[in-house]
Each structure stands twice: as C-alpha cells, then as structure tokens.
C-alpha cells in the first residue's frame, strides 16, 4: 500500500529536466538591440496509478489525453494525448504502482488542476471478474462482463465518439521549474465504493455495472520521487547509447481483448533508461535463459536493439530512470507470459503459488530451491537488487499470502509447470478484522471463499508507523497508542450477521528494525467494514455534525445507528441510485450545503434501502464514509 493522504486521486506525473531552448540578441554595449525572450520547458513524466481491489482482475480503459490547467487561467496544457490504437490500461495491476504511458514538454510555471479525458463508447471499459472475489459480489467469477450490462456515468458526445471527462484540484499547485524535477500523483480510487456500482434488480434481471469516474480520482503529492515505485515497463529498444551507458525504448502495451499468442501495441511515449552502474543491474535473456549482472549494456548490445524488453526501474533524485532489473526476448508472449498480479493462493504443502493475471485466471507457478524473493525498495539501489529470501521456506513460513501484488519471472515460459526463478513483491498487503492491538503489534484475521488462504498474522509497527481512516487519509496519526485506542470498536446487528469489527489493511516492508527478519508495518488504513445492504428503520434527523439514522440488515436483530458528517473536505460521500428500465443513473449528494441536506431529509426516510460504508465506532454507530440509497427498481 503506499502514500494514500487524500480521498480523490488517478494519474502521476514526473517532471525531470527543464531545456533552455534559445536566447540571442544584441550584446551589453548596444541596449537598442531587440533580444529573444528566454524559454524554458519542463519534460513531464505521466504516469497513471491505482488503489487496491479484490472483486475484479481486470478494469480496463482507455484514456484519450490529460491536460493541466495553469495558475489564474489561460489555456490547458496538454502533457499526455495517447497513440492509436489507443492503449487499454488495466488498473487492477497498478495496485500501489505507477504506470508510465507518456511524456511531454510543457512551459514552466504553476499549474492547479489536472483534467483527463477518457474513452466512454460500449466496450471502452472493460471488466473481468477475479477468479476468486470477495462474498457477496454480484458478478460472476473470471468472467467478463457484456459491454451491454456496463454504464459510463457522465459521457458527452455522440455514438462512436463517447468521452467522459473528469477535472481533479490539486491539493498543492504543480510548479514547473526549469532544471529541476517536480511530480504529480492522480490516482483512480479502485476501492471507492462508487467508482463501480452494482445493480441486480429484485426479482429478475442482469446485473448492470454503473461506472462513476467523477469522484474517484485523487491527487496527492510525490514526497519523494526516489522512493517512487513504477510498475515494470514493457518497451521495445529503440537505441543504446554510444557509450552503452543506457538504452532507449519505445513504450508497449498488450492488446486488449487479449491474443494468443499475446501481442504488443506502441505507446507514446520513448525513453532512456539508465544500466545500474553502481549496485549492477540483473538481466536476464529470456530466450537463452540466461542471468547476468551487467553495470553497462555493452556485453549485451550487440542483439540488443529491435527486442521486447521488460524493465523494473526506479526513479533517481534528478528523474532519470535506472534499470534494477530487465528481461530481454524477441517476442513480446515470451515476456508477457510471466504472469503479474495479486497473489490468490499459496499452497503451503506443495510449495505452489497461484498468481491471477489480466484475464482473471489463476496461474499456478511452482517455488523451488532457487527461487528468489525481491521486494521492491526504489528508494535504496542496494536493497532494490538484493533477494530478501531464496527457496521453499519462505512459503512455509507464511511470509507470502493472499492480496500480495507480484510480478513472477519463470525459468522457462515454455515449461509445464512453470517454475519461478524469481518473484518481486511489489505490494506486501495484510488486511482484514483487526484485534489483540497493544504498544507493540496487532493480529489481522482474514476469511475467504477458498478456506486455504484464510490467515491470522501478528502485524508489528514498523518504526515509522501511521495510520489514518480511509476517510480522511490527510489526517494521518503516528504511532500506536491513538491506534489502539481506536481499534476496538464494533457494530452488533446480532442475528446471522452478528458483530462487524473494525477492518484495516497495511502497507509493510521488509527488515525494519521493529522486525528484522520479517514483515513490519509502515502504514496501515481503517477502511470501511462491509456491511450488508439494508433498509433505514429510523429516519433522517439532522445534527450541527450532519446528521444520524438507524438502519437493519437482512439476518440482523439489532439496527444500528449510522452518522453522516457534513463538515467540508471529509463530509460523508451520498449517492442517489436509480434504476429505470435497464438504464441507471448515480447522482452524487452534497451533504455539505443546504440542498443536499433537504435531499437526504427527503429520501432518508423508514423503509429506504441503503447501502452504508464505514468504520465502526467504540460506541457501536457506524462512521459513515459512502452511502448510497436507492430509487426505481430495487436491488437484489
């Protein structure tokens, strides 16, 4: 998990050198001269990212172009406008990670705002179900849903031609300074709850899938560029430099729908990117099935030039991009066929890790003596290229489960069954009910379908701990002692469905101090406890904080109560659903002015089926951050 402080963020930008692009003029003697006005330029860097989601392998989209929009007016800026065929992005695999699609030259100076455009005709997103998601999801696992059943919210423009356009404020302005690097992180929220809604209708019917891009993005600052982890890069080599120091890429993405054998379209974008000089970067010739550790490209060069390389790289201070570790074939399948994507399941006994790709499969990939682990670290070269672990024990000991995101290297891509010689942990990601939390550490517990990846795991605090709700992830809290003070609470809607704890997910890494032979937390989210669809039992009754209701669940006892916050910049996020026909419509409710208030006065009422998400709270209410009501059809 990484840097979440902001409720609304989607794509990242990186700017990395500002050129002098012309000056002349007439000399210091003669003023009467006329001079050339300087100009200057920054490249950007665009980069797209996600957050985390369990239901869906893929959620595809094409993004047209992205924009930002200067200090005090003037026209946008167009830093991005993708290739044709336009590239389909499958954010599901950006769980914590940036993708880099592109780059541009853009003025210097001071930009608040970011604008994206993406692609909203039928079949323009795409979605497959994971092969194993959570209870209670409406789709059908590893299948992909009909174009006919997928709604895009807010479209202009007519048949064939279908746009979607969302503007995103920056919380600190992007200021393009010539020289020096400077990024922005626009992220889609994967798990927003209204950035896919689902809606079976009672009785019968298909279940239709609303998409509301409008709300789920966010933005949040680069602290660090360096510490910045980029998703691995599929290109095709263009050129290596005359000193062999670097090489030059041209961007690739695979086509979607997907081929088999899989097959490659160019991006945008081209860039140079740097062999490891100092701590060595690990290549490996697919083909050959060889490995070597190079710190230039000169033993290499030779066949170099025309393959598809895959490249894991970090950013430096300055913005360049050095290779920690890079995979070279003459076709794209042979690198492709690695699978990348969240761990589904570890079986313990046969030393067997199943990993779901793109098309919500499950790819099993066998642990041996000599596999290696990786976790990326791009902030440290050295702990970036050195393996954490080698062999079968750490399987055994449980330090790879379920929701890890990870992208596997096999011996053979020929092979069956596929070996792996190495696995890079991108994301090490423990979540679930959170209990037994004291000074030092806390126990996650975590169910799923499949009863072999169930886990209990003892999480300790990593020495620069932080927690913060999902909320209002700009209010992060360090250390453990609020942390545990607000852990404890709880909501009881008795019956089948008994008591919801609170539910959390963190970020770890590997060998900090708090644990040096293991996993520690570095920061951990309470997110919002799923609870189950239900009516209101008591209605709407406003407060100076916003306002409460009651609601009940189906196999519940007991109603609970639900709060509502209307204070500015972390007010309760409402949502209208309607259903006519097969078309259905989300219209956002704000809760924070005199409107949206009468609104929900107005539907909120007893008998009112509703959809809550929140944190429960120690006096056993329900912190609401999303709630969606419903109108026309019900739900199932």
């Excluded at 696992?141 to 031609?161: E, K, R």
């Excluded at 209307?566 to 659903?577: C, I, K």
Aim: hydrophobic content about 40%.
């Amino acid at each position: 998990m990484k840097r979440q402080f902001h409720p609304l963020y989607i794509a990242g930008l990186a700017l990395i050198l500002g050129l002098l692009l012309g000056c002349s003029g007439g000399s210091t003697s003669d003023i009467s001269k006329s001079t050339t006005p300087q100009v200057t330029t920054g490249l950007v860097d665009v980069i797209i990212s996600d957050d985390s989601t369990e239901d869906w392998a893929t959620i595809g989209v094409k993004v047209l172009s992205i924009s930002l929009t200067p200090q005090g007016g003037g026209s946008p800026v167009v830093v991005y406008t993708a290739s044709s065929p336009v590239p389909v992005i499958n954010l599901v695999q950006l769980d914590q990670l940036g993708e880099l699609i592109g780059n541009a030259q853009i003025p210097a100076g001071t930009y608040t705002g970011a604008t994206i455009t993406i692609s909203a005709n039928p079949g323009d997103v795409m979605l497959t179900a994971a092969a194993d998601p959570e209870a209670g999801f409406a789709g059908t696992a590893a299948t992909t849903v009909p174009s006919s059943q997928i709604q895009i919210q807010g479209t202009t423009g007519t048949a064939g031609s279908l746009t979607t356009t969302v503007s995103v404020n920056l919380v600190s302005p992007l200021v393009v300074t010539a020289g020096q690097s400077n990024q922005l992180d626009l992220e889609f929220d994967l798990s927003h709850p209204a950035l896919i809604v689902d809606h079976t209708p009672a009785g019968a019917g298909s279940t239709f899938w609303a998409i509301n891009f409008r709300g789920p993005l966010r933005h949040h600052p680069i602290a660090n560029i360096a510490s910045f982890l980029l998703r691995d890069i599929h290109g095709m080599v263009t050129a290596v430099a005359a000193n062999n120091s670097s090489i030059t890429i041209t961007r690739v993405f695979a086509v979607r729908p997907a081929t088999n054998p899989e097959t490659a379209t160019a991006g945008a974008l081209s860039r140079t990117i740097l062999a490891d000089a100092v701590n060595g970067t690990i290549f490996y010739d697919v083909d050959a099935k060889s490995r070597s550790v190079i710190k230039d490209f000169s033993s290499v060069a030779g066949s170099l030039t025309g393959k598809y390389v895959r490249i894991a790289a970090r950013y430096q201070v300055d913005g360049s991009l050095v290779a920690v570790r890079v995979w070279a074939s003459t076709t794209f399948n042979s690198l492709w066929v690695s699978p990348e994507g969240h761990v589904l399941h570890v079986n313990k006994t046969t030393n067997v890790i199943t990993v779901e790709n793109e098309a919500g499969v499950g790819v099993p990939v066998t642990v041996d003596n000599n596999t290696q682990f990786f976790f990326r670290a791009p902030s440290s070269g050295t702990a970036d290229s050195t393996p954490i672990a080698t062999g079968t024990s750490f399987v055994a000991n449980g330090f790879i489960v379920r929701g890890f995101k990870v992208h596997v290297s096999v011996v053979d891509p020929l092979a069956v069954p596929l070996v792996a010689q190495s696995v890079d942990i991108e994301v090490a990601r423990y979540g679930g009910t959170i209990s037994s939390a004291n000074s030092t550490s806390f126990m996650y517990t975590r169910k799923f379908n499949t009863l072999i990846d169930n886990y209990t795991f003892t999480d300790a605090y990593a020495s620069t701990f932080k927690w913060w709700y999902f909320t209002f992830p700009t209010q992060a809290t360090t250390g453990a002692t609020t942390f545990v003070a607000t852990v404890g609470g709880a909501v009881n809607f008795g019956g089948t469905v008994g008591t919801l704890p609170v539910w959390g997910t963190s970020g770890n890494t590997w060998g900090d101090s708090a644990n040096p032979t293991g996993w520690a937390a570095v920061s951990t989210i309470l997110q919002p406890t799923p609870v189950p669809r239900g009516t209101v039992s008591t209605a709407w009754a406003a407060n100076s904080n916003g306002g409460t209701i009651a609601m009940t669940v189906p196999g519940g006892a007991n109603a609970a109560t639900v709060s509502l916050s209307n204070v500015s910049g972390s007010a309760t996020l409402v949502y209208q659903v309607d259903r006519t026909g097969n078309v259905i419509t989300v219209s956002p409710v704000d809760l924070t002015t005199t409107a949206g208030q009468a609104t929900v006065a107005s539907n909120l009422v007893v008998g009112t089926e509703i959809k809550a998400s929140g944190v429960p709270q120690s006096d056993g209410s329900i912190k609401a951050y999303v709630l969606f009501y419903y109108t026309g059809t019900m739900p199932n």
